[in-house]
């Protein structure tokens, strides 16, 4: 299942890119900037701004959504069946984020941008969620994009069991590897995962020399500091075979997400991070012999 796909990308990747966001997600971040991706289901939500108070949303009937003098009231937690709700409202308020596609589908919709692909040597991009996370169609999508000699990258947290990597390997150019933290304690408080799964799956890639760039998001209260972002660094270093760092600064782009998902942002009022906080990781990756960037 698939949250949207973005054409004309320039970024998470070399060139032009289009990219295929899954939903799904066995991270939970507290700073998440997707939240409409974590589930693996559809998820509804509502814009109450864009309200027009038209009904049209009480139509299809079940628990969790009525009408009263303030506009439309919605309860996420007992609607069972959001995929019902998609394209009844007719100003909008109301949307299903998830959409299954087939591998055709998608293959449809990639091959419109060749000719950018090969102007500006791009390619694909899978994000998420969690791309790895996804089914057996997974694979046939990445073998259906390679006969095509389109460059795949992949962005990934690793948290996944390695025979769900493995399968990617042969068909896969370039892994984003997003390295949240390395103390085991601290992720899971903050993701609800396994540090050490990470780390393992990481230096499993490297030992087969397998193109990795590891992105870094800088978050407050998690790993903003000097002492936690230079054992991120070291671990880097200690790789051999991966030599680029991508250091992202927080931003708060999905606050608005969360109200329309009835979810809690447990990092709503933080402020941003800048990208000139992040000068001093920068240069002592660049001491240690990286190549580091930061942005988003």
Excluded at 50 to 64: E, I, W
Excluded at 126 to 134: A, I, K, M
Excluded at 136 to 152: G, S, V
Aim: a neutral charge.
């Amino acid at each position: 299942m698939i949250f949207n796909i973005q054409r004309f990308s320039t970024h998470d990747g070399q060139g032009i890119r289009t990219m295929i966001f899954f939903k799904g997600c066995p991270l939970h971040c507290l700073w998440c900037c997707n939240p409409e991706s974590q589930s693996f289901g559809y998820s509804l939500m509502y814009d109450r701004s864009l309200c027009k108070n038209f009904r049209d949303c009480l139509l299809p009937g079940g628990k969790g959504i009525t009408s009263g003098t303030t506009g439309i009231n919605i309860e996420p937690s007992e609607i069972q069946h959001p995929e019902k709700f998609r394209n009844v409202c007719a100003s909008r308020a109301l949307t299903v984020s998830g959409e299954e596609k087939s591998v055709d589908d998608i293959l449809t919709e990639i091959e419109k941008d060749m000719p950018f692909y090969l102007e500006s040597e791009g390619g694909i991009t899978l994000s998420g969620g969690e791309p790895l996370s996804q089914g057996a169609e997974l694979k046939t999508l990445l073998m259906e994009i390679k006969r095509r000699n389109i460059n795949i990258s992949i962005e990934t947290s690793l948290h996944v069991p390695w025979g769900m990597i493995i399968r990617c390997l042969d068909f896969t150019d370039t892994f984003l590897v997003d390295l949240k933290h390395t103390d085991n304690g601290k992720f899971k408080s903050y993701t609800g995962g396994k540090a050490d799964l990470v780390l393992t799956n990481i230096q499993k890639l490297a030992l087969r020399h397998k193109n990795v760039i590891i992105r870094v998001p800088v978050i407050p209260d998690f790993n903003h500091s000097e002492q936690e972002m230079k054992k991120i660094i070291d671990f880097t270093v200690s790789l051999k075979t991966v030599r680029e760092i991508h250091l992202l600064p927080f931003h708060t782009l999905g606050t608005l997400k969360y109200n329309m998902l009835g979810m809690e942002y447990t990092y709503k009022g933080k402020r941003k991070v800048d990208n000139c906080e992040l000068t001093g990781y920068k240069e002592y990756a660049e001491q240690m012999g990286l190549i580091a960037k930061t942005g988003g």
